[in-house]
């Protein structure tokens, strides 16, 4: 019997477009359930697969810096965040929640019942 050889997948060395890594930002906002570090990773990602030195300079970040406030272990300053945002091509924007009958926003499986 054959051995399955797997190999480490990086999501980085597949957002190639600026359509792709917005997709994928708004993907990882959606899944998020507010947490902002998983965010802060998502960053990272895209960062990563734009250059992290050339993000850093962007946005007026050292690269380590830029490293450890995307690792996803701690959550980046908003500040940050904005400046990596713009630095990254993409823009920030906001959209109205659906919210359910007691005024909180209601959660996307169940708003259809």
Excluded at 81 to 90: E, M, Q, R
Aim: charged share 25%; net charge negative.
């Amino acid at each position: 019997m054959e051995k399955t050889i797997t190999t480490h997948y990086d999501v980085a060395e597949h957002l190639r477009t600026p359509d792709e890594m917005a997709a994928y930002l708004e993907a990882c906002l959606e899944e998020a359930n507010g947490d902002a570090a998983f965010v802060a990773k998502a960053l990272g990602d895209i960062a990563r697969a734009k250059g992290m030195s050339q993000v850093a300079r962007d946005a007026g970040l050292s690269r380590e810096s830029l490293y450890k406030a995307l690792s996803g272990e701690r959550t980046p300053s908003f500040d940050t965040v904005l400046k990596v945002i713009k630095a990254l091509g993409l823009k920030l924007h906001a959209e109205t929640a659906a919210f359910s009958q007691q005024g909180a926003p209601a959660d996307a499986c169940t708003s259809n019942r």
